[in-house]
């Protein structure tokens, strides 16, 4: 906080922008709730009338801060870039704006018509006040120079008299009807009106407005306080009683002098402004002078972005409340509720636009840099955007693509529940579920926002491509320093997708936070305590996606406690010296851990109880998905499935584990480096090459196994190691992927995706051992021809592991054909917006049909009999009357799951069970048989059997 700034600032004007937006809002209010098709007539309605004038100063008050706060302004270059904040406000809220018309409206949302919609000033519905500010914006330091030129003060009135008269002036004498008496007594029954003064230049009336801003920043208006206030007073009744007397009988009339270019909203602006400014805002408290600040500092981001809360909030007063005149007291409860969503989103928007501004003079600046300096070095950013840029469009352009799994939807339902009132631990019994705090605030958001959960499948796919991105992003800044392999590593590691199933889930939200932890940790600055904190945030919530990482928590204490022991002995020549494992280091971490941990409690306990968490555990265990083992057992698996995922993969570890054992006994070691890479970037290419025919299947988490034998023998090769990365990446991704072992029945797949983390920190040492190998050449006969063959088959085998992932890509759907085979598109429900095949798309159409008639019912809990985890999703707010959206096949474990679900929580007992024609219960008959026995009633169609108690 600049508080200097804060000194000089002048809070008045604070004051007057926030009632500027507040009153833009209220105009809004009387757009929505029916007033201008409501005849004028009675005492609600005159007071209704009154407020619609008090409110119409909105934007006049806009445009006279715009005099008054630029009359100094002057041409320059840095003149224009002050625009620029406006501009990516606006783009931001065109983008909100069209994104919520496509999903709450149906309205077509592409890039060319965003393009058009930013454009042409109608993605975001309120924006055409932005068109006509750039024109002002671009005019005032011209405006600025005539007026400044004017030498007297009475030259400037004249000015101002000239625009008032050419703009303001005809809507006080050009609403008249001369030709007819009868109009006088009812001027409703006649719209024509004879012209007296010239109204051309009407819409010339910004420029008039900037200009009394300009003169009363200069001379102010010299009359007492209390009659400028009696005089806003006496005119606000005139002109209301003005504006009811011409629409009595009828609708309201909005004639020009109501407009902005209309007398009575100058008039009152004017005044109000003036009172305003006279306000003494020197002595208020600092805190209030800041509040003031900030708030303001959101007006525009209000103005543009309440176009959404208007469409969820006023839908909901015109249902429940049926005539206009009622409506009115509730401008009390509406308005401030859209004031202070709005502002929210605004704060959000303003702080992306911050964002993205200093992301652009960063790069800029990184640019100016890279121009500057001769070497080739200069083009790894350059390299890393284009790469970034085209894996990011490769991956938005996937999100369209396959819809064949339940996993993608299970994700979301979990805090989809959650936003019912459901309670982790409690209500929720699959094994997965911690993770699903996490992506409760999206689905919060998305739901409050849509007030559906339309289309929120395909938006959680491309809010995950964001995160992704941001998270790569963020890791890459920290890695450059290690060169171009940072960016092929960074590059790699966004382009791979768990199980390729592009969303945000326990494996991509666990990895991402996972390596996030791990490069934060290896390359902070330790004496500062940020990184650390983060740092401890993102282990947190990777432990909420996978539990069974707590332990590497206390291994982490142990390592401390090494330190500690050793950092004064002769034995602190090693990693354990480092400061990674100092006590301070350990404290911040612990910290940024506690507060996700301390936050997360809280809101599970708030809904649960500890007994009742405690009694439930038993039953979360019991998962016959998730079998139970002792700790030799899952070790066991653990290095067994690593063997078993391929019929030869036995040779690929047995040929890399005879290398290692030589490399590691090979005392001269370094002088032979060029011989251990190529082995082992040989035994890594044949085992991407045995992984090759599976790739594009489920299972093609397994080509992103073979890199870490890279990673090992360039860290072994490497002279000058980079210890903290090893310590807390590379080995973090190896424990991570005995954890994921320990909770997963997906066993070698889970393996595989967890090295992926560890990859990164392969590829920083792999540029480590070549940078190296570059400066001293191996002792041996033909070094330079086998380091050559060296760089050349570690530069294949990049290749090819990039070739791998990206046909990976481009022709796998998850439990889908391949993308170009998937042709129809899903056109309502959760799924909106999703390409499949025709097949899939008309069994989702069906039964989605279908289970929108329950919309028509009353609310009750409700359980689908079925492995379709979008039908949840898609029966909107119907509360959960299941264990877990997720059903462990169509079988007796199932339904014997969900009797002990019912015996414990008697309140999740289903109102009504639906179950798909298509679905492979074997005791199908038997089911509805016992179900009509406990009370329920049987219809059915041609798509489903409906329960109904």
Sequence with gaps: MDYEKLKKRDSSLDILRIIAVFTVLSVHFFLHNG?????????????????RTLFSVCVPLFMLLTGYLMSKKELSKKYYSGITKTLVVFVISTLACMIYKNIAQGDVFDLKSFILGTLDFTGS??????????????????????????????????????????????????????????????????DEFQKLVPSWWQGFYPVAYYFVGCYIREYGLKMKTR???????????????????????????????????????????????????????????????????????????????????DSIVYPVLCEKVLLMPDRLPYYFVT???????????????????????????????????????????????????????????????????????NDESFYLTIPHRLTLGDSLLGDEWHLTQLSGFLLLPFVWLYTMITQSTVGIIFAARVFYVICHAVIVCVIYSRLKKYGYFSVFGCVLYFLFTPFDIMALSYNTMGLDLIALTGVLMATADYSKKSPFIISGLAFAGAVLCCPYLAAVYVMYIIAVGVHYV??????????????????????????????????????????????????????????????????????NYYFKTIVECHTHFKYVLMAYGATAIVMLLDR???????????????????????????????????????????????????????????????????????????????????TAMACTASNIASFIFIGNLIKEMKANPD????????????????????????????????????????????????????????????????????????????????????????????????????????????????????????????????????????????????????????????GYSLSENEVSYKLVK
């Design 125 to 190: 519905n309120y924006s055409w006040y932005i068109e006509m500010y750039i024109g002002l914006f671009l005019l005032a330091p011209f405006l600025n120079l005539a007026y400044g030129k004017l030498k007297s003060k009475k030259q400037k009135q004249v000015l101002l008299v000239t625009t008032v008269f050419l703009t303001i002036i005809p809507s006080l004498f050009n609403i008249f009807n001369f030709g007819s008496l009868d109009w006088w007594t009812n001027p409703t029954s006649s």
């Design 566 to 635: 050793i950092k004064k002995t002769a034995l602190n020549k090693n990693v354990f010296n480092s400061e990674l494992f100092s006590i301070k280091t350990f404290l911040w971490f612990t910290l940024g851990a506690g507060i996700l941990a301390a936050i997360f409690l809280v809101f599970v306990l708030s809904r649960v109880s500890i007994n009742e968490t405690f009694s439930n555990l038993p039953y979360l265990l019991a998962d016959p998905d998730h079998p139970q083992m002792g700790f030799m057992a899952k070790m």
């Design 779 to 934: 002792n041996l006969d033909y070094a330079v021809p086998c380091k050559y063959l060296a760089f050349v088959m570690t530069a294949f085998l990049i290749i090819l592991q990039a070739c791998f992932q990206i046909t990976v890509k481009a022709e796998h759907s998850f439990w889908d054909s391949e993308p170009k085979q998937l042709t129809q598109t899903i056109q309502n429900g959760p799924a909106k917006g999703i390409k499949t095949t025709q097949n899939n798309a008309q069994t989702y159409e069906q039964i989605y049909a279908d289970i929108s008639q329950y919309q028509n019912l009353e609310k009750g809990n409700i359980l689908f009999l079925t492995q379709k985890t979008w039908t949840y999703l898609a029966a909107e707010d119907f509360p959960y009357g299941t264990l877990s959206a997720y059903v462990t096949g169509e079988n007796q474990n199932s339904l014997a799951r969900l009797r002990s679900y019912y015996s414990v929580n008697s309140k999740k007992i289903p109102k009504y069970i639906y179950i798909p024609k298509d679905s492979e219960w074997d005791n199908l008959q038997q089911i509805l048989h016992e179900a009509q026995q406990n």
């Design 227 to 309: 009659t400028m206030l009696i005089l806003f007073v006496f005119s606000l009744f005139i002109f209301s009683t003005f504006n009811y007397f011409r629409s009595y009988g009828t609708t309201f009339k909005s004639g020009t002098y109501i407009y902005w270019y209309g007398f009575e909203p100058f008039v009152l602006s004017v005044l109000l402004f003036l009172l305003i400014k006279r306000i003494k805002t020197d002595n208020f408290p600092k805190a209030a002078k800041i509040a003031l600040w900030k708030v303001s500092d959101l007006a525009l981001g209000i103005y543009l972005i309440s176009f959404i809360f």
């Design 35 to 51: 007033f201008y098709s409501q005849t004028i007539e009675g005492t609600p309605m005159y007071v209704a009338v009154v407020m």
């Design 668 to 750: 001269k070691r370094k002088q032979h480096r060029s011989i251990y890479l190529i082995l082992t970037s040989a035994i890594v290419i044949l085992a991407l090459v045995m992984f090759m025919p599976t790739m594009t299947s489920v299972y093609y988490n397994a080509i992103m196994f073979p890199m870490i034998f890279m990673g090992i023998t360039a860290y072994v090769l490497s002279e000058n190691k980079q210890r903290e990365l090893f310590a807390s990446l590379f080995v973090l991704g190896i424990f991570y992927s005995v954890a994921l072992c320990f909770s997963s029945n997906q066993y070698f797949y889970v």
């Design 335 to 405: 308005v401030p509720i859209v004031f202070v969503l709005s502002a929210a989103a605004s704060f959000i928007m303003n702080l992306v636009a911050k964002l993205l501004i200093d992301g652009f003079k960063s790069l800029a600046n990184i640019i100016k840099d890279l121009r500057s300096k001769p070497d080739k070095g200069k083009w790894q950013h350059i390299i890393f955007a284009v790469l970034m840029a085209f894996a990011i469009g490769f991956s938005l352009w996937k999100c369209y693509y396959g819809f064949g799994g």
